[in-house]
């Protein structure tokens, strides 16, 4: 014990005599918050769509005045000519345009059925889709409306009524939060952890450490520990500004978030020293790092992309990941206050006694 | 002051400092050509500042050096043109063969590709590696790599070579065979500038000189030196100097 | 009698291999060592020195052969051997972002020193090292020499019976080399048991016994002058200021059995027997040469042994 608290003291010098790398250990998760947070916003608003009047009538305008009366489209301003059409399109003035044909009311009160023409850019398929939905949904709202002026206070026969459970506004944070405090933790822990220990072996200060009475696993336990703390400390910020910055919602218990936490930290550990028992140079376990536990986190553990809509491979890959199940456990406890997940806390369990057995062996006062 | 004639490397109170820190001062240093000069210091003394200063990679800050009769200070990227360097750490390229590491450095200084082939096959046989010329420089011995970063260190034919502890860690007949191919390039005129902390091969220069902080303290031939300071070999002789 | 003289083995090594893959690191070793010795392994690099003292203190396991370090095998009790031993590897293997003190209180938690311990040995390693001047200064920030003594009393710090160097002064200069070796001798007057690697020849001279080391063989061991009388032949120093024309001279003889090295303006010229003295007196004579009949180095020793194997030179 005694020995484990003298290696795990240095480290402490160590990282105390590198504010910079310690600076950026506490940078980095902030940085990634503010990133998710606010540019890669999931959230679609204020998206600008142009109008081409050309009937300047009552009815045009009511139309337009409803696409834009959420928020979620902003009049881009009218348009005159075909030309500007194209130009407003290349130069991402617009991102759709309607166009409301010439002599539209009138036909309208003829009984004829007038076409609003619509033009999307297609580049973003995806915002192109929710433009064209919201914009479809608005027309259809009109239609009702026409047909209740002439029918009387007619109902349309079928209505859906939709609500989304658990995160009722569908505000992002409530959904970032928890992802980017589960890719935190694993990146911290095995990255820092695998660079230090790499670090040691390149230098040649690992030879000299073997050779003293210590025990192995003693070695990786003193070395880990303050990672741990500083990987305790950024998760702890992450949800800390998540709740006063974002405002993101707590259903259950503090304390149970915890204790799975400490779980998913202890793979994330047992991971990262499993890549330094690998790594002979500090670049190499900077890497294996990033490869083994950022990008799989960041993009297969349903953060960012719902597994269901992968292909079947990576489906499979995506239940390898520890991120995976703490993230259906960090999400569960955050947005519907479920406390017990017996399914992911069994394979969280059998994950790190697996991971950190081998590395264990792995690891030995040996260099051949 | 100017009279460089007849010097291959000739400094005139050449000084550097590093914010308040004097790492060389003042030295005055002549070297004829044809010389195996040791330049010889405690670590720490100021030698691989010197010599930085002399291959035209740090100015200095008050004095001048006389590389081939070129002043450093004004004339640094021609004075590279005439020197060749080689250090302890052999800048070879492993994953090259051997000849291709010395036509490589050929490239570099500009020899015409007839040139190229010609020397490199040349010196191949002058550091004794003709049958060598297409393996892996990764799979030599560090006697032949030593030689090899030798042969790459002339391509251009330097007048002035400066070796920094070229020979650390070889065994000893690979060692001798080192210095058997520096006394041919002496014989034929070259100059060779040489550190080390082989007292020993102390005595195979023509002149040393001892640098103690910043200061030449003794220079001289090795035989001279050991008379006036009145001590058995190089060894007791830097150890008497830098304990004084 | 018997049980006197095991007791009195520091270390003892029996035909030890090790290879990797296709290099043959050590090729058959043996070794015995008394306690209070200083026993010198002296090599070129890739000679198997660092393979030989990562064995000896349980960083490998050998092919063949078996150590006995105070009573104890590295391979199967490394605990105990570790307990006992200090070693100090090849490249310096401190933290540089420590300071001395830092460093030297980390290995002595290592290995579990008392407090009163620490409290009674930091200020005696620290006093003749001359390291206590420096003692919050950063380990990056020492000067080589004072690195390697860093090393050393980090090594101390516990105590250990037996001290594995591996080339402790590489790099270092001949002042600080000086006083490194004035330690070690300190040290084994008081009793301590060191094994020290290096590649520089002129350190053979410090050693109570040592061993020449190439291409993972010992080519001689015994005291420095057991050592230099293995030589086996003669050696004659010529002085001369025109010492290249004498040496062509010598070479045109062709004589078989005759080696000659220069040594600035001096030549050592090997030979066997008093028919090619003879040869070689009359031509140094003529060229006006002096010449001395002197007693051979280490070095000489080394050359001429691994000539008499047909080692190659590399």
């Known amino acids: 014990m005694k020995r484990i608290l003298a290696l795990a003291r240095k480290e402490v010098l160590h990282i105390l005599r590198d504010p910079r790398s310690l600076a950026v250990a506490i940078a980095m998760p902030l940085g990634m918050l503010l990133l998710f947070g606010y540019a890669i916003d999931m959230e679609l608003r204020s998206l600008p769509v142009g109008v081409m009047d050309l009937d300047h009538s009552q009815t045009s305008r009511a139309i337009v005045r409803d696409m834009t009366a959420g928020g979620f489209i902003v009049d881009a301003g009218r348009i005159h000519s075909r030309d500007e059409v194209e130009r407003g399109f290349r130069r991402k003035k617009f991102l759709a345009v309607l166009v409301f044909p010439e002599g539209m009311d009138r036909d309208l009160a003829n009984g004829n059925s007038p076409t609003i023409q619509l033009m999307i850019d297609g580049s973003d398929a995806a915002t192109a889709q929710t433009v064209e939905n919201y914009l479809s949904a608005v027309i259809a709202r009109k239609n009702i409306e026409i047909l209740r002026e002439d029918l009387g206070d007619i109902k349309p026969p079928l209505e859906a009524r939709v609500r989304f459970l658990f995160n009722p506004e569908l505000r992002s944070p409530d959904f970032v939060v928890p992802g980017l405090t589960a890719v935190i933790m694993i990146m911290i822990c095995a990255l820092l952890t695998s660079v230090a220990v790499a670090r040691e072996k390149e230098t040649g200060t690992m030879e000299q450490i073997m050779t ?36 993101v919602q707590m259903a259950g218990s503090w304390w149970i978030l915890a204790a799975y936490s400490l779980l998913y930290l202890f793979i994330s550990l047992a991971l990262g020293l499993l890549v330094s028992t690998l790594a002979k140079t500090q670049q190499v376990a900077m890497t294996v790092a990033l490869v083994a536990t950022m990008l799989p986190t960041l993009l297969l553990s349903g953060f960012l992309f719902p597994i269901s809509g992968m292909p079947l491979v990576l489906q499979w890959f995506a239940h390898i990941i520890p991120a995976t199940y703490y993230l259906e456990v960090i999400r569960g406890i955050m947005l519907t206050g479920r406390h017990w997940y017996p399914f992911e806390l069994g394979i969280m369990i059998v994950m790190a006694l697996f991971l950190m057995s081998v590395s264990m062996r792995k690891f030995r006062s040996r260099l051949d | 002051m100017n009279d460089n004639n007849g010097y291959a490397v000739r400094t005139d109170k050449l000084t550097r400092r590093f914010g308040s820190f004097t790492a060389v001062d003042a030295i005055d240093l002549a070297v004829k050509p044809g010389e195996i000069f040791g330049f010889l210091g405690a670590n720490g003394a100021g030698k691989t500042t010197a010599i930085r200063m002399l291959c035209g990679l740090l100015a200095p800050t008050e004095g001048e050096a006389w590389v081939d009769g070129l002043p450093i200070s004004s004339k640094a990227e021609e004075v590279k043109r005439h020197i060749g360097y080689m250090s302890q750490k052999f800048s070879l390229y492993n994953d090259l063969h051997v000849i291709e590491n010395l036509e490589f450095y050929g490239g570099v200084y500009g020899l015409d590709k007839a040139e190229i082939r010609s020397r490199s096959t040349e010196l191949l046989a002058r550091v004794g590696l003709e049958d060598k010329g297409r393996t892996m420089t990764v799979d030599l011995s560090l006697g032949y790599k030593q030689r090899l970063a030798l042969g790459c260190s002339v391509i251009h034919r330097p007048n002035i070579l400066f070796l920094d502890e070229p020979t650390s860690g070889v065994d000893p007949i690979a060692r001798r065979q080192f210095w058997d191919l520096i006394y041919e390039l002496a014989d034929q005129g070259t100059t060779v500038f040489v550190t080390t902390h082989y007292m020993d091969e102390a005595e195979y220069c023509s002149r040393v000189s001892i640098m103690v902080a910043g200061h030449i303290e003794a220079m001289g031939a090795p035989e001279e030196l050991k008379t006036k300071h009145d001590v058995p070999d190089m060894q007791q002789l830097f150890i008497t100097l830098v304990n004084r | 009698m018997i049980a006197e003289v095991e007791t009195k083995r520091a270390l003892t090594i029996r035909n030890l291999h090790k290879s990797f893959g296709e290099v043959q690191a050590l090729r058959g070793v043996d070794i015995q060592t008394k306690p209070g010795e200083i026993f010198g392994i002296i090599g070129p690099d890739g000679a198997g020195k660092t393979t030989l003292m990562r064995i000896l203190c349980g960083l490998m396991v050998p092919d063949v052969g078996d150590v006995d370090l105070l009573g104890f095998d590295p391979v199967t009790q490394t605990h105990e051997v570790r307990e006992r031993i200090g070693y100090m590897p090849q490249r310096f293997s401190l933290y540089p972002d420590l300071s001395v003190v830092e460093n030297l209180r980390f290995f002595a938690d290592l290995y579990l020193v008392s407090k009163e311990d620490v409290a009674q040995n930091e200020p005696r390693l620290m006093d003749f090292s001359r390291l206590q001047s420096f003692r919050k200064r950063k380990a990056g920030a020492l000067s080589g020499g004072m690195k390697q003594k860093l090393a050393l009393i980090c090594t101390l710090i516990h105590t250990p019976e037996l001290l594995i160097l591996d080339e402790p002064t590489f790099g270092v200069d001949p002042v600080s080399r000086q006083e490194f070796w004035t330690i070690l001798r300190d040290l084994a007057n008081d009793g301590l048991s060191i094994i020290v690697t290096t590649a520089y020849m002129d350190e053979a001279q410090l050693c109570d016994r040592l061993a020449l080391m190439h291409h993972g063989k010992l080519i001689t061991q015994g005291t420095p002058d057991e050592v230099t009388r293995a030589f086996g032949k003669r050696l004659l120093e010529v002085r001369s200021p ?73």
């Open chain 1, 212 to 247: 003293t009475p210590i025990k192995p696993s003693h070695v990786l336990i003193g070395k880990v520990i303050p990672y741990m703390v500083i990987a305790v400390l950024d998760a702890t910020l992450v949800l800390l500004i998540g709740r006063v910055v974002f405002h």
């Open chain 3, 242 to 314: 025109d010492i290249l024309r004498v040496r062509r001279g010598l070479d045109a003889l062709h004589l078989p059995g005759i080696n000659v090295h220069r040594f600035g303006a001096r030549l050592h010229v090997v030979y066997e027997n008093d028919e090619q003295e003879e040869a070689i007196r009359l031509t140094c004579h003529g060229y006006g040469a002096e010449l001395e009949e002197i007693a051979p180095s280490v070095e000489d020793t080394f050359v001429a042994l691994l000539q008499d194997q047909g080692e190659e030179a590399v």
